[in-house]
């Protein structure tokens, strides 16, 4: 093979395993304030580019773009939002365009990248509530997590299996000594 093969190849394998996340999704802006410092002086981060993420909480369609209601969690590595009962607040994503209701649905998980663009008070039940807003520039609906239904030990063995091929005397050396044979 000539290098330029061994190039390509190369080239084919890394894009075969390249991630489905987009890359600003992946890196991180640097200096990215969390939720909580942002909500508490919104006017000094305004502009401030972020990455965000966490659990859908709602979604309201406009007339040009769709505001997402984010129930904020810490990123893990990938930045994927952790699965954790921990959350630095909310926020709003206002992303330019239509998303769907039932495909952007309550409890999935998003991560988003963009710029702060001031606050806005909405209620939580009766609940007065600051969300800082976030304008996206780009952002990545994960796929759920999927969920095992063991009820035991997942290494578990019925007690009614039986191996057809289960031999009791394979790794006994003195097999031939005993009074019978199968």
Do not use: K
Request: net charge negative; hydrophobic share 35%; glycine share 6%.
């Amino acid at each position: 093979m000539t290098r330029l093969g061994v190039a390509l190849m190369g080239a084919a394998l890394l894009a075969a395993c390249a991630s489905p996340v987009p890359q600003p999704i992946r890196n991180a802006p640097a200096g990215s304030p969390l939720v909580g410092e942002v909500r508490s002086n919104v006017e000094r981060y305004i502009g401030t580019r972020v990455r965000w993420g966490g659990t859908i909480a709602n979604v309201a369609n406009r007339e040009s773009e769709t505001w997402l209601e984010i129930v904020a969690r810490d990123l893990q590595d990938n930045a994927r939002p952790s699965e954790s009962d921990r959350s630095h607040g909310r926020f709003i994503a206002r992303v330019e365009g239509f998303l769907d209701p039932a495909i952007y649905s309550n409890d999935r998980q998003i991560t988003v990248v963009g710029s702060i663009d001031g606050q806005r008070t909405r209620t939580i039940d009766e609940y007065e509530y600051e969300y800082p807003v976030v304008d996206v520039e780009s952002y990545y609906l994960w796929e759920p997590l999927h969920e095992y239904g063991y009820t035991r030990h997942p290494y578990y063995y019925s007690p009614y299996f039986y191996d057809p091929f289960y031999d009791p005397f394979f790794y006994d050396p003195f097999y031939w000594r005993r009074p019978y044979f199968y």
